[in-house]
Structure formats: C-alpha cells, structure tokens
C-alpha cells in the first residue's frame, strides 16, 4: 500500500505532466485561430470590380466607345502631354509614338512603345485603363480610355484619322507586332539569357 505522501507526490507528478500538455492544446488552438482583428472577407461585388483584367480576345471589355478626335482632346485635358510630351515624345516619361526606322521597319526597330511593341490592341486599353494617369490611376471613364487608345493607335498609324473604338472594335485591330512574338523556352535561375535576347 501507498502512504499519503506517496499519493500526493504521485497527484503532483500526473498534474505536472499534465499542464504541458494542456499548454500546447491551447497554444495550437490560438495559433490555428484566424480571428486577428484586421481585415475582413470581401463582399462578391468588391471581387467583381478589382477583377478588371482584360483579355486578348476583348470579351471582359465595358461597354462604350471613343474616337481619335476626343483622344486627342483627352491627351491634353488629362495631363498625358505633361508627362509624355504634347506630341507623344520629349516628355519626362517614357515616349509614345514610334520612332522614324523607315516604311518597312521590324516593329521591335520603332523603340519601347506599347502601342506599337503590344500584339494586342486590348493590352493598350487595359493599361491605361488600369494606370493612367500617373497618380489618379483608375479614374478615367471606358469612353475616355476608348478614345485616348484610339489617339494613340493613330499616332502610331496603327489605324486612320476619324477611327472609333468600342468593345467590338477594338479587339478586331491588328497590331505591327502581332505575329512577331516567339515562345520563351522553359527558363531556369542560374541559366544565361536568351541568345540573341536584345533586352
């Protein structure tokens, strides 16, 4: 038989053991709680308006139409010239028309130009849908959009004087550089560049 003091020192020792395990339970438990007080789920309709992103294809493109006349009025009401220069170049940031390589120039001789470099008409909108202006980025209307791509698929002669876009039209635009993309090989870190990669 066991005597008092054995029995104590042997409730003593199971309760101590005991309290570990206890400890890491409840530990677990918080660690695993996702309740932190910051944030919260976003409502269906905040997923649907981030989720702006345009395809080659057009078809997430909004409703509404612009011309190359507005576009023009556009680039000048909106501060583009005071970034990119009134006609397109000479501004502080990047230029926007094509440089002169001669009538029958590879479109990667025109220079870093988006309107020229992009194989798709719907990569232009959905940049400068997305940001532009530089500082007020999201701010401008489908129609405004519409109309500045169009005043710089014209500046770029990607299409003519008096052109209109709209969802339906623009993705039909063919691009300079449409056919001019190659696959990029599977690519792994320490591996050199492409051969021949200019950039």
Known sequence: MRSAKQWIALKTLRTLLLVPILVAGVVSVQAQSPLYGVGRTPTA?????????????GEELPVGNGSVDMGSELYLSKG???????????????????????????????????????????????YINRAMPLG????????????????????????????ELNEKTLPQIQMPNRTNWEQVPDWLPGQPRLEGYPY
């Not at 309709?45 to 294809?57: Q, S, T």
């Not at 405004?144 to 008096?162: H, R």
């Open 45 to 57: 309709n905040e997923i649907r308006l981030w989720d702006i992103a345009i395809g080659p294809k």
């Open 136 to 163: 007020a980025e999201g701010t401008l209307t489908a129609d405004e959009v519409y109309s500045l791509t169009a005043y710089l698929f014209f500046l770029n002669d990607v299409v003519e004087d008096g052109t």
């Open 80 to 126: 583009c010239a005071g970034c990119h220069g009134t006609l397109g170049n000479g501004g502080m940031a990047p230029r926007l028309i094509k440089r002169d390589a001669g009538p029958n120039a590879d479109p990667w001789d025109y220079g870093r130009v988006l309107p020229i470099r992009s194989p798709y008409a719907t990569t232009v909108w959905d």
